[in-house]
């Protein structure tokens, strides 16, 4: 059974701050991998979107990673804005019919 | 383009009552449209699989004749909460995508901006 786990929970940075976020799944048989981002009692929007056989992917200030065998992906934050608070979801699809696995998020603070 | 909308926004009714929450695809046809529930400070799961003009497929633990779920058309799915308790109080939120399976991959998803049930 897929399961997904994000580290940190929570993380609080000053605004300009350069930061990564990690999302490692237990198996490595993915379809695709997926960052969102949710802001509070909102749904979500996705971020960025890596097919099995990518390696990253980037838009703007994200950048993420995907190392299929070791079962990680990393979402790489430059220049960090209070904007950017947010919760941030990885989720992962075992198949091709669009079933997300997610994991338990984490909640960033940039602090002006 | 591609927005997914949901009504009602937030709903708050009494136990034993039934709720029926709407997903709509406003701008493209969804052949197939998810639902999840997310508790508070929790992570998103999937209750089920809606592909329009079939039978839901729900997840395992998920009551069918609970939750019922109906995808009439290409650019609706509704979600009834039938005899709700306070324990189905949580934020269902849908998304719709265009194609899935076989050679049409997986399409990106598309998230509604979600549902929150209070049951009293």
């Known amino acids: 059974k897929q399961e997904v786990t994000q580290i940190p929970a929570a993380l609080s940075v000053p605004e300009g701050e350069n930061l990564v976020l990690n999302c490692s799944f237990t198996d490595s048989a993915i379809y695709n991998l997926q960052w969102f981002r949710q802001d509070p009692g909102k749904g979500l929007t996705s971020l960025l979107l890596?097919?099995?056989?990518?390696r990253e992917q980037t838009s703007g200030r994200l950048n993420a990673s995907l190392d299929k065998s070791s079962g990680r992906s990393t979402l790489y934050i430059a220049a960090s804005q209070p904007g950017d608070s947010a919760t941030y979801l990885c989720?992962?699809?075992?198949?091709?019919?669009?079933?997300?696995?997610f994991g338990q998020g984490t909640t960033l603070q940039v602090k002006p | 383009g591609a927005v997914v909308s949901q009504h009602p926004s937030w709903v708050i009714c009494k136990s034993g009552t039934s709720v029926k929450i709407e997903c709509r695809s406003l701008?493209?046809?969804?052949?197939?449209m998810f639902w999840y529930r997310q508790f508070p400070k929790q992570s998103l799961m999937l209750m089920a699989t809606s592909n329009e003009g079939s039978k839901a497929t729900y997840e395992q633990g998920v009551e069918k004749d609970k939750f019922l779920i109906n995808h009439a058309s290409l650019t609706l799915s509704t979600l009834t909460v039938t005899s709700a308790h306070p324990e189905d109080s949580s934020f269902y939120i849908c998304?719709?995508?265009?194609?899935?399976?076989?050679?049409?991959?997986?399409?990106?998803?598309?998230f509604g901006p979600g549902t929150r049930l209070t049951v009293l």
């Open positions: 998304s719709a995508g265009k194609a899935f399976g076989g050679l049409a991959g997986a399409d990106t998803q598309y």
């Open positions: 989720a992962v699809s075992s198949s091709n019919t669009g079933k997300l696995i």
């Open positions: 701008d493209f046809q969804a052949t197939t």
């Open positions: 890596i097919q099995s056989s990518q």
